[in-house]
């Protein structure tokens, strides 16, 4: 197991990534655990400690057009004993186990949660990809 990686509201946020600079204070995010697995937009899964006392397993982490992000863990949906697939993209389809009440606090989460990967993985995002 890695060293865990700590996020603390004060710490500069990274430039590398393309997205719109938060006015709001990062989470307080701990790495416990780095996995990863290119797959698609997948570029692997982490296990954090959010705040004290918050365990979560199976984060995912995607990048694409140049953008990397964070996900709570989800599950298929399953329709028949078949895995059932968006209508709109034709993909599988899942539903979250658990959900944001903002989108802001999902912003907050997975850029957090991104830089800390970021910061103990680098080569998470080596090929330029999230960059």
Avoid: C
Wanted: no cysteine; glycine share 6%.
């Amino acid at each position: 197991m890695n060293a865990p990686v700590v996020r603390f509201p004060h710490q500069q946020q990274s430039t590398q990534l393309a997205r719109p600079q938060s006015a709001e204070p990062s989470m307080p995010i701990v790495l416990v655990d780095w996995r990863p697995l290119r797959k698609g937009s997948l570029v692997g899964f982490a296990k954090i400690l959010l705040g004290r006392s918050l365990m979560i397993s199976n984060v995912t982490v995607n990048v694409s057009n140049g953008k990397a992000w964070a996900a709570l863990p989800s599950k298929p949906v399953i329709v028949d004993g078949k895995h059932a697939l968006n209508p709109t993209t034709g993909r599988p389809a899942y539903k979250p186990d658990m959900e944001w009440a903002s989108d802001s606090a999902r912003r907050r989460f997975s850029d957090s949660v991104v830089d800390a990967i970021r910061a103990h993985h680098p080569e998470a995002f080596s090929d330029g990809v999230g960059s």
